[in-house]
């Protein structure tokens, strides 16, 4: 490859301006075509910043990579506020449900370290413990104590092994 381009985008939305244009256009790809691609591939994360990899060649043929969102990203996104609680254990700005949880985990299950969707919703749990957003009415600690406990093994449980 004869070079790389990292750079954050919001889904769905990218366009030849910042920062893709700049990056990509003393290069020898259609920057249009790149950009297509990119909306194309990042639009189920509409408008939240989506990490892009795009590799290219002398040739003009190019290769896109799409990343995952942020877990912090992510949880704003699905439960609808801007900013954390500047004191998480006191101030809750937003409750998800366990279903929520689960779309979480399964997106960002290739980038974190769980064996499964069960572990990878403990680590976003503990994501929504530092934004201070609730899980079901629960503290993030509290539901992750029911998670351990088995309670929504059957919420969680992996697609393949259910």
């Given at each position: 490859?004869?070079?790389?381009?990292?750079?954050?985008?919001?889904?769905?939305?990218?366009?030849?301006?910042?920062?893709?244009?700049?990056?990509?256009?003393?290069?020898?790809?259609?920057?249009?075509?790149?950009?297509?691609?990119?909306?194309?591939?990042?639009?189920?994360?509409?408008?939240?910043?989506?990490?892009?990899?795009?590799?290219?060649?002398?040739?003009?043929?190019?290769?896109?990579?799409?990343?995952?969102?942020?877990?912090?990203?992510?949880?704003?996104?699905?439960?609808?506020?801007?900013?954390?609680?500047?004191?998480?254990?006191?101030d809750f700005v937003a409750d998800i449900s366990v279903e929520q949880v689960k779309t979480?985990?399964?997106?960002?299950?290739?980038?974190?370290?769980?064996?499964?969707?069960?572990?990878?919703?403990?680590?976003?749990?503990?994501?929504?413990?530092?934004?201070?957003?609730?899980?079901?009415?629960?503290?993030?600690?509290?539901?992750?104590?029911?998670?351990?406990?088995?309670?929504?093994?059957?919420?969680?449980?992996?697609?393949?092994?259910?």
């Amino acid at each position: 490859m004869a070079g790389t381009i990292e750079v954050l985008v919001p889904g769905g939305q990218a366009n030849p301006g910042p920062p893709l244009g700049p990056e990509l256009g003393p290069t020898p790809v259609d920057v249009q075509a790149v950009v297509s691609e990119i909306n194309e591939q990042t639009a189920a994360f509409d408008g939240t910043e989506v990490p892009v990899t795009v590799d290219y060649d002398d040739d003009g043929s190019y290769e896109i990579e799409v990343g995952v969102p942020p877990t912090a990203a992510l949880i704003k996104d699905e439960a609808g506020f801007e900013t954390g609680s500047g004191e998480p254990q006191k101030d809750f700005v937003a409750d998800i449900s366990v279903e929520q949880v689960k779309t979480i985990a399964e997106q960002k299950h290739q980038d974190l370290l769980a064996y499964d969707v069960k572990n990878a919703a403990k680590e976003v749990v503990g994501t929504c413990a530092s934004l201070g957003v609730t899980i079901e009415g629960d503290d993030a600690r509290e539901f992750k104590a029911k998670v351990d406990d088995g309670e929504y093994d059957d919420v969680l449980a992996d697609e393949a092994s259910a």
